[in-house]
């Protein structure tokens, strides 16, 4: 069975929240604080060594209470039973939707169309186990009989962005393999790669749902050259793996079988590192990390399916987004980590966040009058701090913000770690309470720059605050985020985990590439056809 169709602004949860709005829009929630000493505490979920802190926000108990009518108006409930049962709430692609599967316990029982999926997800995850035991250890090797020194990840999107993230999240817990990432079908991209590689000791991971991606398969089939001017074809058994749904294509890529990691079509390319996409990141910190990520992300599901919602990280997160996105009308959110090693959050954040929302058909069919989607963007802290911080503090608009911060360094240098959280609370404190007048003119500023110096203050942020970056606590944010998307699709009455929207740029890609060896151009607007004629004339 499928989601239900009901548009959120025709709920009375909606039109009482619009009231409620325009009574508080213009509220300081530094008034909220005052009038409430215990505020903070109440306004704070804890998930053993995760909490989220979200009483920065320009809520009251009365805008939680609405938010949560909504939600049950909206049927939520039925929803996340829905999703986690594996129906096809994936309506516009026949799916369901079951990554959670991947990382349940091998006890779990979740069926799709009838069938028991766990002992096939563990039958992977067996074979990725041994296989990266293999590669690391140094018992499998090249074919120059030399142990495998470096690994290249071929893939894009989801088969690139989450094992990229995961591996550069987890560099502290990396075995000595190199791993490398290849996604864009950027030349350049591959050739540097290339450059820096021993064809001897170098193992090829093609990871691509569909294998039928044109940055992938041309990627693949580069290197796979570059390979061949040093090895033979029979070779490419021996350094070639590929993770698929699609074993024929793989096979007629020349991959030898026992080679292939097989995935399915119900995990969808964005939510998929749990599955065999995540091989690269198994055999850069092991199994045992890689199963640990797997366990954190299992621990976020079951909170977010038993917790009711006041106590419901994932659920808060997604009603706080749709009260800014839908009400005050924000256009964007920022992700802001104080730790460099989630340099790439953001950007993996990007995919799974607006190819997920980013739709404008209800699931009725109709074009929806209301704002979906989020614009998501954001650096590490304090870099960023140091790059667009001054609008968050002092423009014109209005960018609710998640700071995710993390209590104990990884190398426990403190001096640094002191500096770097004095910072993660200096700003959440900075854009809550701002800096009235009365305080610029205390600092003896001279009268013509004091409007200058002011901050108006009442910027919400999020403090998602977490012991130590573990590969159990990534799991964790990662599913927290996951089941964000979720609930907004939910209310927003989209259908989220198809992606459409990346076809038609492909199609009219795959027309103009032709047109550069044929004489004459197809039809086009005047704009593309004299930009086509000018690379032409160029090329
Ligand atoms: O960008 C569209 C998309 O289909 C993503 O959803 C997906 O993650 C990516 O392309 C790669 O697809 P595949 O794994 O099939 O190569």
Redesign the pocket.
């Known amino acids: 069975m499928s989601l239900k169709s009901i548009n959120p602004t025709q709920t009375s949860a909606w039109k009482n929240l619009q009231h409620h709005f325009e009574s508080i829009k213009d509220e300081h929630m530094v008034s909220w604080f005052n009038a409430d000493s215990d505020r903070a505490s109440k306004m704070n979920i804890k998930c053993e060594d995760f909490s989220l802190d979200f009483s920065k926000n320009r809520i009251t108990p009365q805008t939680l209470k609405l938010l949560k009518d909504l939600a049950e108006e909206i049927q939520l409930d039925d929803a996340i039973s829905k999703y986690f049962d594996g129906e096809k709430i994936n309506k516009t692609e026949g799916r369901a939707v079951l990554h959670t599967a991947l990382r349940a316990p091998e006890d779990a029982e979740v069926f799709y169309e009838g069938n028991n999926v766990i002992p096939e997800i563990y039958e992977v995850k067996n074979k990725i186990r041994q296989f990266s035991q293999e590669v690391i250890e140094g018992g499998r090797k090249g074919f120059t009989n030399k142990a495998f020194t470096d690994i290249v990840n071929i893939?894009?999107?989801?088969?690139?962005?989450g094992p990229a993230m995961v591996v550069d999240a987890l560099s502290y817990y990396k075995n000595h393999l190199n791993v490398h990432f290849v996604s864009n079908v950027d030349g350049d991209h591959v050739n540097e790669v290339l450059k820096k590689l021993n064809p001897e000791t170098t193992l090829f991971v093609i990871?691509?749902?569909?294998?039928?991606?044109q940055?992938?398969l041309s990627n693949a089939t580069t290197i796979k050259q570059w390979f061949l001017q040093h090895a033979t074809q029979d070779d490419i058994a021996k350094q070639f793996v590929a993770v698929?749904?699609?074993i024929e294509k793989v096979k007629a890529f020349g991959i030898d079988p026992q080679n292939i990691f097989p995935m399915w079509d119900w995990v969808?390319?964005?939510f998929?590192l749990w599955s065999a996409?995540g091989l690269s990141i198994s055999l850069a910190v092991g199994f045992e990390h890689f199963d640990a990520l797997l366990k954190g992300a299992h621990k976020m599901d079951i909170h977010f399916k038993e917790e009711k919602f006041e106590q419901n990280i994932p659920m808060i997160l997604a009603f706080l987004s749709i009260w800014y996105n839908n009400f005050f009308k924000a256009e964007s959110e920022a992700i802001i980590p104080y730790t460099q090693y989630l340099n790439q959050f953001a950007t993996y954040l990007q995919?799974a966040i607006m190819?997920s929302n980013g739709k404008s058909i209800d699931r009725a069919g109709n074009k929806v009058n209301y704002q979906t989607g989020n614009l998501i963007w954001g650096e590490p802290g304090t870099n960023s701090q140091h790059a667009f911080f001054q609008l968050i503090h002092q423009g014109t608009k209005l960018i609710p913000a998640d700071f995710i911060g993390f209590a104990q360094s990884l190398h426990g240098n403190q001096d640094h770690q002191d500096k770097l959280m004095s910072n993660f609370f200096a700003q959440t404190e900075a854009l809550l309470n701002g800096k009235t007048k009365a305080e610029v003119l205390a600092e003896d500023t001279a009268e013509a720059i004091v409007p200058y110096k002011i901050f108006d203050g009442n910027k919400p942020t999020n403090t998602i605050f977490i012991n130590q970056l573990t590969p159990e606590s990534l799991g964790k944010l990662i599913a927290m985020y996951e089941h964000k998307i979720f609930v907004q699709g939910v209310v927003w009455n989209v259908f989220s985990y198809d992606?459409f929207g990346?076809?038609l740029g492909?199609q009219l890609a795959g027309k103009i590439l032709k047109e550069f060896s044929q004489d004459s151009l197809a039809q086009h607007d005047t704009s593309t056809a004299n930009l086509i004629a000018m690379y032409k004339s160029m090329r």
């Open positions: 893939g894009i999107g989801g088969s690139d962005l990871v691509s749902k569909t294998f039928t991606t940055e992938t698929s749904t699609n969808g390319g964005r998929s996409v995919q190819e992606q990346v076809e492909k």
